[in-house]
């Protein structure tokens, strides 16, 4: 930390898109119905597959297992950005030339779908045009770059060699620009989707967990409480899929966590969007405060989910360290973290979960950039429910089969460190007891014998559950910078007190209560 500088990391995670802005909220469903269409998960693909459907007339049901955005939408950077990282290159090489421009247009076509969809509605969402910075400050960097500024050109992507633009306060080597991207404030745009969704029919449900859906002419979704949904297409939004036994979609998706802070900075903030392709990760943007000044958005840190280090909050402590040294500090107002998944060769998976049941659809691994993702989500499922022809179907169907060998060689590597998980948790024990832990500290703890984990909360209640998740049977770890128990093989993650916050899993950890504490 600089020389001087006192931290001021808020103690709690508290997104700035969910600071303040008033939500609608929604029953949960409490009976059997019958729609054309039910969207389960209600953040940004949900959200603008429903709006899509329901200005074109189609009956929807849009259900969530929480409340409307309060996951990775919630909590994301919220960058409309046609500039992945490192993409173009490697999706030259993996899938051709046609494939990459396909990519590109689509994104690009998305960034004007949320920009005429602002206009066309007259949302005040702080949406503005920036141009986007590819960066690096490492010679082994460079080259890179310079294999993506190839890939640009042979694409052409309207953009390119762009070092001498950089307005950032530290030594640069080489950048890559995209222009004319966009950034907005996301709780404030879908939040209006929401409400031409309700004006215009579309049912809204939160609290509604799908668990289990039977395939059949008409497929049929089954909630946690026991209620059904019968509609002639289901489409799945749900982040990670609940259903991700059908296309073994465990084994093809891997899920990442990120950071960010919101800060006032005492420098001048410098305009565009920027991200590095170093490591570590830095992510900047800026966006309007309430009180009219403007804050520097300060992301990366990314890491597996579940797999980190002992004391995640140091991922925020980097965070602070780099924006002290470069932007200076004044005030950190907000924190939060996001989880993002990521496909075995980084291209969503967008349309039939598997073959021959093209009845349900679905829609996830947007890696950390699901603004554009979610965007282009809606307009593809729109279009396969309408049986519409769109150029991009081919691009991100969950079918493709084209295989190369680093995908495979991910796919295995993937897999085996979930077989290396699940081992070595079982032999993890608890390092300490219950009774020790210190007020707002969770660990695994041992009791009576057996491997628990226990959280202390600040009144000194102790909640204990057995760490094992309920998705496989991995064991969860702690994780101290949101206070979650967070499993390393798929990315589900729970609450101290065991409730689920993050999918695949669709049931709780179990509790151990004061009355069948003998039973565990």
């Known amino acids: 930390m600089v020389f001087g500088y006192r931290s001021n990391i808020p103690k709690y995670a508290r997104s700035f ?38 200005i074109n007339g189609v009956k929807t049901a849009l259900i969530e297992a929480d409340t409307l955005l309060g996951g990775t939408t919630g909590h994301t950077t919220a960058k409309i950005s046609s500039q992945h990282g490192m993409i173009y290159d490697e999706i030259l090489q993996n899938f051709g030339e046609r494939t990459a421009q396909l990519y590109y247009e689509a994104n690009e076509q ?10 066309s509605h007259q949302i005040k969402c702080d949406f503005s045009t920036q141009d986007a910075y590819l960066y690096t400050s490492t010679e082994e960097g460079k080259k890179k770059i310079q294999n993506e500024a190839a890939a640009y050109e042979k694409i052409g992507i309207n ?3 762009a070092l001498s633009e950089v307005e950032l306060p530290y ?14 404030h996301p709780v404030k745009y879908f939040r209006e989707l929401v409400r031409v969704i309700q004006e215009k029919g579309g049912l809204i449900f939160e609290h509604t967990r799908a668990v289990d859906i039977t395939h059949q002419s008409q497929p049929l979704i089954k909630t946690a409480k026991g209620c059904e949904l019968k509609s002639n297409q289901v489409v799945v939004c749900s982040h990670f899929p609940f259903n991700d036994g059908d296309g073994k979609y465990f084994s093809r998706l891997h899920a990442e966590r990120s950071y960010s802070l919101a800060v006032r900075p005492s420098r001048p903030v410098p305009k565009g ?33 579940g797999k980190h280090l002992a004391n995640t909050f140091q991922c925020y402590k980097n965070l602070e360290e780099f924006g002290e040294k470069n932007f200076g500090i004044e005030e950190i107002p907000f924190r939060w973290s996001a989880q993002d998944l990521v496909t075995l060769d980084k291209v969503p ?33 729109k279009d396969y429910v309408l049986q519409q022809q769109n150029r991009y179907h081919e691009v991100f169907t969950p079918l493709r089969k084209k295989r190369k060998k680093s ?8 897999n085996a460190n979930v077989g290396k998980e699940f081992a070595e948790g079982k032999l993890n024990r608890g390092r300490q007891k219950a009774e020790d832990l210190h007020p707002d500290e969770g660990s695994l703890v041992n009791w009576k014998g057996k ?16 760490p094992k998740c309920t998705h496989m049977g991995c064991d969860v770890e702690w994780n101290d910078a949101e206070r979650s128990w967070d499993c390393p093989c798929h990315g589900s993650r729970f609450a101290y007190d065991g409730e689920i916050i993050e999918g695949p899993a669709t049931m709780p950890l179990k509790r151990i209560n004061e009355s069948n504490r003998e039973e565990f």
């Not at 590095?276 to 800026?286: C, E, G, Q």
Request: aromatic share 10%; no cysteine; charged share 20%.
């Open 110 to 119: 998305a960034i004007s779908f949320i920009r005429n969809t602002a206009e």
């Open 451 to 466: 491997k628990a984990g226990g959280y202390k909360d600040e009144q000194g209640r102790t909640f204990l559950v057995e």
């Open 349 to 381: 998976y967008i349309g039939p979960m598997v073959s021959g049941k093209e009845n349900v659809l679905v829609a996830s691994g947007f890696a950390k950039w699901g603004m554009s993702g979610a965007a282009i989500a809606g307009l593809l499922l």
């Open 171 to 184: 030594h640069v080597k080489d950048a890559l620009v995209i222009r004319n991207q966009a950034q907005f």
């Open 273 to 305: 969007m920027y991200i590095n392709i170093d490591t570590p990760t830095r992510s900047i943007r800026h966006t309007p405060s309430d009180y009219g000044d403007t804050l520097l958005l300060i992301g990366g840190e990314g890491h597996a989910a």
């Open 17 to 54: 898109w969910l600071q303040k802005e008033n939500l609608p909220s929604f029953p949960p469903l409490n009976k059997d119905i019958v729609v054309d269409v039910t969207i389960v998960g209600g953040g940004a693909a949900g959200i603008t597959t429903a709006y899509l459907l329901a």
């Open 407 to 414: 995908e495979i060689s991910a796919f295995i590597k993937e």
């Open 159 to 161: 953009g390119g060699y």
